[in-house]
């Protein structure tokens, strides 16, 4: 049954099932007029006159629950290629794009989760001139159970890596780990929240030469083992500096030297061949790293390892030269560290929702984007929607960097599935202006959100965890 509703008023009118049309004309008009001079609209006209930034119109709409639903708009573009920006509840915004079309078009304008009761959908001029005649409202249809792989790529993969992916895909659309990056970060959490997170995030970065050459050293891998005798999960990363190339100017000091902007270091070039001076150099670092690796593989630690990560923002060295010359040097990673290191340990994670620099499905255990929203606590629908087309949800998908948390409820209501959050250090976590600390309780606090204390025994998969009590 369609519904037609104009601010209050209900008329029952034609035939989609669960759908509600809201004309433009009944709605209110801020800026733009009636028109009813080009045929095909529904109801009694459409709106015209998106002539000014601040033309709007404002459609009240309502919601038995609070419940997630497909926005449509009906339009018309006769004066070429259009941007319209859709406000809920004047909060945010997003971007619709409304190509040239002289007929009357739905478009699909995304998700919108209502609250129970009355709502606001603002539809703002942005580029303006198009006309709208009037928005649809459908209940988003569930999507089904996932159906993600939980055995690793890697036909050798020790039973330490197995169970941490057989782990991850137990909890997988159920709950969310909590993660934090740096051992400091994690420990002002568990001192100031009140919660340890279940997941500790680690660098490779002062383990390669040219950072100790200048005095770098680091601890991180002694940190994880000690997080995970404590039952935690571990993630690594490598802002891998450039092993050659630094700049090492006060513009481009060498502990930068991960960024393509403090390096002349050329990916392309290195990878050529395998016997050119460079590409040796990249071999001698990832076996420096192999070195760590194995520490934390005798001591029964199993990794979500996220290696050149961010590749397609191009601010890094692996990134610089394109999608080829990065997936050939995740290959190589992957065949030094696996088949001639015999690490098995590893769960690879890759860190892009690019379609062009994925490494593929036979190449990549967990998928993975970062996001920096300041002001956002929501649930990052659109990413997590772009990384599930990326593999057909096939692997699971993982939050490997954020800057605000995430709100569990929008989460749940979203099916924004991300397997674990992790929040970057310093100010992100403990500034109070990318989280405050009573957000961070509450979220901490949630039954959706898994903490240390609530994962114990995460590796024997009979047991129940404490959360399935
Ligand atoms: C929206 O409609 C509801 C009734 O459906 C009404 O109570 C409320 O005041 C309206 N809000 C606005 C902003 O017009
Ligand atoms: C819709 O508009 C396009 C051009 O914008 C035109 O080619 C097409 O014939 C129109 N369709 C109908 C059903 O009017
Ligand atoms: C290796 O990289 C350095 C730094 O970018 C560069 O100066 C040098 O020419 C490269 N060597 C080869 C053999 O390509
Ligand atoms: C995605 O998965 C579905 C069912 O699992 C399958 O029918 C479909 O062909 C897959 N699509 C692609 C592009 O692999």
Redesign the pocket.
């Known amino acids: 049954m369609l519904v037609t509703r104009a601010c209050g008023l209900v008329a029952i009118a034609g035939t989609v099932l669960g759908q509600t049309v809201y004309e433009a004309e009944s709605a209110v008009l801020n800026g733009v007029t009636i028109g009813t001079s080009v045929a095909g609209f529904s109801g009694t006209g459409y709106v015209e006159g998106f002539d000014t930034a601040t033309d709007s119109i404002s459609f009240n709409v309502s919601s038995s629950a609070s419940k997630l639903y497909d926005l449509s708009i009906v339009y018309n573009g006769p004066y070429g290629d259009k941007y319209t920006t859709v406000v809920l509840n004047d909060v945010g915004g997003s971007q619709v794009s409304l190509p040239a079309t002289t007929n009357w078009t739905t478009v699909s304008a995304g998700q919108v989760l209502l609250n129970a009761g009355s709502n606001s959908i603002q539809i703002q001029s942005n580029w303006g001139w198009y006309l709208i005649d009037s928005i649809k409202l459908a209940p988003s249809v569930k999507r089904g159970a996932h159906k993600v792989t939980t055995t690793p790529i890697n036909k050798n993969a020790n039973s330490d890596a197995k169970a941490l992916l057989k782990y991850l895909g137990s909890i997988y659309g159920k709950k969310i780990l909590s993660g934090q990056h740096d051992q400091d970060a994690l420990d002002w959490v568990t001192n100031n929240v009140g919660k340890t997170p279940a997941i500790g995030g680690y660098d490779f970065m002062d383990y390669t030469e040219s950072r100790k050459t200048h005095g770098a050293v680091s601890t991180d891998v002694d940190k994880a083992i000690a997080f995970a005798k404590k039952g935690g999960i571990i993630t690594f990363q490598w802002h891998w500096g ?4 630094l700049y090492d100017t006060a513009d481009h000091p060498w502990y930068s030297g991960f960024y393509t902007d403090a ?4 990916i392309e ?2 990878l ?1 061949d395998t016997t ?3 590409y040796t ?1 990249l071999i001698k670092d990832i076996d420096t790293i192999a070195i760590e690796l194995k520490k934390l593989q005798a001591a029964a630690v199993p990794i979500i390892f996220r290696p050149l990560h961010e590749a397609e923002g191009a601010w890094f060295w692996w990134g610089a030269k394109g999608p080829e010359p990065a997936k050939k040097l995740w290959n190589i990673l992957y065949d030094r560290l696996t088949k001639y290191h015999k690490l098995n340990n590893l769960i690879w994670e890759w860190n892009s929702a690019a379609a062009a620099w994925y490494p593929g499905n036979d190449k990549v255990d967990l998928v993975s984007a970062d996001t920096y929203n300041q002001g956002d606590h929501g649930p990052v629908s659109a990413t997590y929607n772009s990384l599930l087309a990326l593999t057909n949800d096939t692997k699971i998908i993982a939050a490997a960097e954020i800057g605000s948390v995430m709100e569990p409820d929008q989460l749940q209501a979203y099916q924004a599935d991300w397997v674990y959050f992790a929040v970057w250090s310093g100010e992100f976590i403990s500034g109070g202006s990318w989280n405050s600390l009573d957000l961070l309780k509450r979220i901490y606090a949630s039954d959706y959100v898994l903490t240390l204390d609530e994962i114990q025994g995460w590796k024997k998969t009979t047991k129940p965890m404490a959360w399935e009590a």
């Open positions: 450039a092993p050659t190339g390096t002349d270091f050329n070039t290195a050529k050119n001076a460079n150099l």
